[in-house]
């Protein structure tokens, strides 16, 4: 990797840690924009964890869901702590435009992606699935099927979300 592409990388994450360190402070942990947000399972108790590791990929680390949510250093951490886990994070996405659910277990699991993205959601199951990404926005995905969907983050972040009624995924929004 060469320097400009190391300092670029490194502003990226500090873009998204500065992000996400002012909008815990400004909106507290029920934030849109918190470190991870919406779809916290804390803030839904009901709200299951995927256990599954993500899909390897070249020079990814294996990991699961839980193992990243579990590790959120939550609404008072410090700015370090924020970076060291957007960087974590960060390190456990792949750049996808295409996320395959199969069993409510999405492939990839960890996307990083830009905060206006599109987005499609192909389902290999015979029962439809409801994806959640906000609160209250539901990305129904019919059985056996794919759609597309724009989604529309209002700041770099990170941000679970749900397949039906478990927290199976993180979307990493870059600026």
């Known amino acids: 990797m ?13 873009i998204v840690a500065v992000a996400v360190v002012w909008s815990v402070k400004f909106y507290g942990s029920s934030a849109p924009g918190g470190i ?18 993500l899909p390897t990929t070249k020079n990814k680390p294996i990991v699961s869901v839980a193992s990243l949510l579990a590790s959120d250093p939550g609404p008072n951490a410090s700015q370090k ?16 435009s295409l996320i395959d659910v199969s069993a409510c277990s999405p492939n990839p699991a960890v996307v990083h992606l830009k ?20 609160r209250g926005v ?23 979300y749900k397949c039906d009624n478990a927290v199976v995924g993180i979307f990493f929004v870059l600026p």
């Open 2 to 14: 060469s320097n400009s592409y190391k300092v670029l990388f490194v502003v990226l994450i500090l």
């Open 81 to 96: 702590q924020v970076i060291d886990y957007s960087v974590t994070v960060y390190n456990a996405s792949v750049e996808a």
């Open 115 to 134: 905060t206006k993205s599109t987005m499609v959601f192909k389902n290999q199951d015979s029962v439809p699935h409801h994806i959640f990404h906000v």
């Open 36 to 53: 991870v947000n919406s779809v916290n399972p804390s803030a839904s108790p009901s709200a299951g964890y995927s256990t599954s590791p």
């Open 138 to 160: 539901d990305l129904n995905v019919p059985a056996n099927s794919q759609k597309s969907f724009d989604l529309n983050f209002a700041s770099p972040g990170i941000y679970g």
